[in-house]
């Protein structure tokens, strides 16, 4: 990711210059790995790239649903400004590039006088943040059109105070329960891909697909 929300492109829509850069630092960064996939410029004003990723922080999950639920949404949400930024540079066609919410939510306690803070929705207590948090999460689970989610952000950092650890790695909510949330299947992933995983990590935690795991008592 060479570029991060068109931060020192400010013309990046009608400065061909400007787009010449990205792309060039695309290819470059290709040559330099080509194992890995390379967003050119990630949160908006895609063009170039392996991936789009897209910045959405709605406040609620019907909106990403609105946005994400389905493949006719999705194409008008890459034609549109979810975030005040168009996604897309220019109308040009997908070839393959997954969509991928790389930064969503935002969530953070009210602030304190005096202290500073910042984020994109807060809340009272843990309950309403967990409330909130799985309402996203889920929103983004259930849509089959995003490839893949990095949520804002893990650990509160300077004024940034919209973690799901502080600063300081202290969880703010309890671990298993935020697991319980995050770690359910994303419609995204066919199931026959899903069972072929499991399979493969079976086998390879046991030598032999199928065999009974350690304790089963077979």
Not at 176 to 189: G, L, N, Y
Request: aromatic share 10%.
């Amino acid at each position: 990711m060479p570029f991060n929300e068109s931060w020192g492109l400010p013309n990046l829509p009608r400065d061909a210059a400007q787009r010449a850069l990205v792309q060039s630092i695309y290819y470059l960064t290709k040559a330099l790995d080509p194992t890995r996939p390379v967003i050119g410029n990630d949160g908006w004003e895609h063009f170039v790239g392996d991936i789009w990723g897209i910045h959405d922080y709605a406040l609620e999950g019907d909106i990403l649903r609105e946005r994400y639920a389905t493949p006719e949404a999705l194409e008008r949400t890459l034609a549109g400004r979810p975030q005040h930024h168009r996604v897309l540079l220019e109308p040009v066609p997908r070839a393959e590039q997954p969509i991928v919410l790389s930064e969503f939510g935002g969530i953070s306690y009210a602030a304190e006088p005096g202290t500073p803070w910042f984020g994109y929705g807060s809340v009272t207590d843990a309950n309403a943040f967990l409330a909130r948090y799985a309402d996203l999460v889920t929103a983004v689970l259930d849509s089959p059109t995003i490839g893949g989610f990095c949520y804002t952000q893990l650990t509160d950092t300077e004024q940034e105070r919209n973690g799901l650890l502080n600063a300081d790695r202290t969880p703010k909510l309890d671990p298993e329960r935020v697991a319980a949330v995050t770690a359910r299947p994303s419609k995204a992933v066919p199931g026959d891909f899903v069972s072929d995983a499991q399979e493969a990590g079976m086998s390879t935690a046991y030598g032999v697909a199928g065999a009974a795991s350690p304790g089963s008592g077979t």
